[in-house]
C-alpha cells in the first residue's frame, strides 16, 4: 500500500473531476442550443422527465453515462452518453428500468452502442425482473449503418424480441412515445404492454409520409399518418391519449400504481455506515495502479460498521492470501465477497480458497460481490504443476455456474484470466462496476509491449535487418500506449464494458442498490459442473 495517503487522495480526486467532465459532454450534447431547439418542439430534456416519472425525492441510478465517445463511426466520432439514457429508478416504490432516446443525438438514432446500452439495460431488466419504461423519441436505426444495426442478434429487431418475452414473462413493458418512431422504431410503440402517446408530438408508422408518397402516391401529414389521435381513437396501436409530456408522465404512473410490490430474497440487518471517514477510501487506494492494495482495508470502507468476517484468513500465507474471502454486510444485506488483496496475482492456493468460498456461498444463496484488482493468474514452471491451470478453471466453473446473483467491481489492474475467475463481463455478472483506477485488458502496456517486442525482434533478426535500440524504444511506447489507452476506464465506459464508472464515494451506495435489485428474484438451487479437485 502506498504510505503517501495525501498524494493517494489528490491523484483519485483529480481523476474523478476527468470523470466529472466527461459525464457533462455525456448529459448536455449541443448545449443550450439543443435544449432551446426542444423547448420550441415543447419537450424537455429527457432526465428532466426521468426525475418526473420516478417517486418524489427517488433516485435515478443512471448506467453507462459514458458510453459512445471516441466510437469513430462513419462521419460520427463520438455518440454522447451512446444516445440514450438507462437506469433504474423507484416507480410508486418498485425499481424500474427506464430508457429514454436523447432526440438531441442524431434524432435518437440506433448506433451499434445506442444498441448495446439498449440491449444491457433490458439484460438487467429480465435477469433481475424488473418492469421497463421507454420514452421513445427516435429516428430509429441510423442509416448510414444500416448493416449493423439492423439485421442481426442484438440488433434493432432484438429490442422488440425482448420486449415481448418480458412482457411474457410478466414484466411490464410501458411506451411513452415523446416523438418520431417509425419503420422498425414504431414497434416500440406497438409491442408495449400499454402504450401512451402525446398529441402533434408524437408519430409512429411503418412508413413516414415521403415514403408513403413515394410507395402509394398518397399524400398525407404525419399527424394523420400515425399521430396520437389515429393511434388511441382509429388503429388501436396505442392505448393513452396525452396532451403533452407532463400528462404522459402522469398516465404511465397511474398505468404502473397497481402493481405488486416487489420483494427482497433476503434476510437484512439494520443498515450501518462504515466507521472509516469517507475519505479514506481515497487514501487507501495507491496511485500508481500496479501498485498492491490492502482489500480488508477497501472491504473496512464500504461495509456496514466496517466488518468484514474472514474466510480462511491463516491458509497459505503469501500464496493464499491475494485473494480475500469472506462476508461483510452492505445497506444490511449479507454479501460473500472475493477480493484482490496486495498485488492480486492469483496462486493456485488463492484459487482454491476462492472457488470453495463461492461453493459455499451459492449453497447458503448469500450474494457475491468480486471485487477485481488482478493482474491475471500466477505463470511458471512451479505454478503450472501446482495445477493452476485447473484450479483457475475450478474458479472459473464456479463463477460461471453460481446461481446466486453475482456484482463485479473493478479498482485496479483487469488482465487475462483473472477478468474471468473474478466474474469479468463474460460471465454476466448482475451488475459490472468500475472505477477510475480499473484497467481492463488482456494484459497490461507494459507486459504486451514485451511480449510484442520478442515477436517482432525475432521477425527482425530473421530478415537480417534487426532492430536498432531507438527503434525498439519507439515500438514499445507505441504498445504501452495502445494497450494502457484501450484499458482505461473511458475507453472500456465507451464501449459499455462496464455498467457504470463509479466514484469512490459512490461504490457502497450503489452497491446496496444493486444487490437489492438483483436479490428481487428469488434464487434458485446451486448446480456445479465437474471441478477437478
Ligand atoms: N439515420 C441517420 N440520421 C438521421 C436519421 C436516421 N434514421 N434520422 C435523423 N437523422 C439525423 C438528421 O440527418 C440530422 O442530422 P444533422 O444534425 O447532422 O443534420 C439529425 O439526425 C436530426 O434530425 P432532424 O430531422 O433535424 O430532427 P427532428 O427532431 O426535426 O426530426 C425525426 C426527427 C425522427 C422525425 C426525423 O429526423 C425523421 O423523420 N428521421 C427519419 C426517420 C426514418 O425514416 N427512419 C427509418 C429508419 S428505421
Known sequence: MSDNPTE????????????????????????QKAI??????????????????????????????????GVNYPNVEDVPCGGVATGIGKIHGNWTMIFANDSRVKAGTYFPITLKKHMRAQAIARQC???????????????PMQADVFPDDQHFGSMFYNMAQMSAMGLKQITLSTGGNT??????????????????????????????????????TAEDLGGARVHTRI?????????????????????????KPQTVHSHRYQEAPPLTAPETVYEIMPAAVNQGINAVRFLECISDDSYFIEYKKDYAPGRGDNIVAGKIRIKGIPVGVIASNAVGIIFAEAARKATEWIVRC????????????????????ESEHMGIGKYGADMVRAVSCAQVPRIQLVIGPDHGAANYGMCGRAYRPHFLFSTM???????????????????EEAKRKAMNNP??????????QKMIEKYDGEAHPFYCGARLLTDRVLKFSEIRDWLGMAFEVSLLKPIGEPAFGNFRF
Open 8 to 31: 493517494n487522495r489528490l491523484v483519485w480526486e483529480n481523476e474523478e473531476k476527468k470523470l466529472d467532465e466527461r459525464v457533462a459532454e455525456a448529459l448536455w450534447p449541443g448545449g
Open 36 to 69: 432551446d431547439r426542444l423547448a420550441g418542439q415543447n419537450k424537455r430534456p429527457i432526465r428532466e422527465l426521468i426525475q418526473e416519472l420516478i417517486d418524489p425525492g427517488a433516485e435515478f441510478y443512471e448506467l453507462s453515462r459514458i458510453a459512445g465517445f
Open 129 to 143: 425482473g424488473l418492469n421497463c419504461v421507454y420514452i421513445a423519441d427516435s429516428g430509429g436505426a441510423f442509416l
Open 183 to 220: 419503420a422498425g422504431g414504431a414497434y416500440i410503440v406497438f409491442m408495449a404492454c400499454q402504450s401512451v402517446m402525446i398529441d402533434k408530438l408524437a408519430y409512429s408508422f411503418l412508413g413516414g409520409p415521403p415514403l408513403v408518397k413515394m410507395a402509394t402516391g398518397e399524400v398525407i
Open 235 to 259: 388503429s388501436g396501436g396505442a392505448d393513452h391519449f396525452c396532451k403533452d409530456q407532463a400528462e404522459a408522465i402522469v398516465k404511465v404512473r397511474e398505468i404502473l400504481c397497481l402493481d
Open 362 to 381: 451459492s449453497q447458503e444463496k448469500t450474494p457475491l460481490l468480486f471485487v477485481q484488482n488482478s493482474p491475471g493468474y500466477m505463470v511458471g514452471s
Open 437 to 455: 483506477r480499473a484497467r481492463t485488458s488482456v494484459m497490461s502496456g507494459r507486459s504486451a509491449a514485451g511480449v510484442l517486442m520478442s515477436i
Open 467 to 476: 532492430m536498432a535500440e531507438e527503434e525498439k524504444e519507439a515500438f514499445r
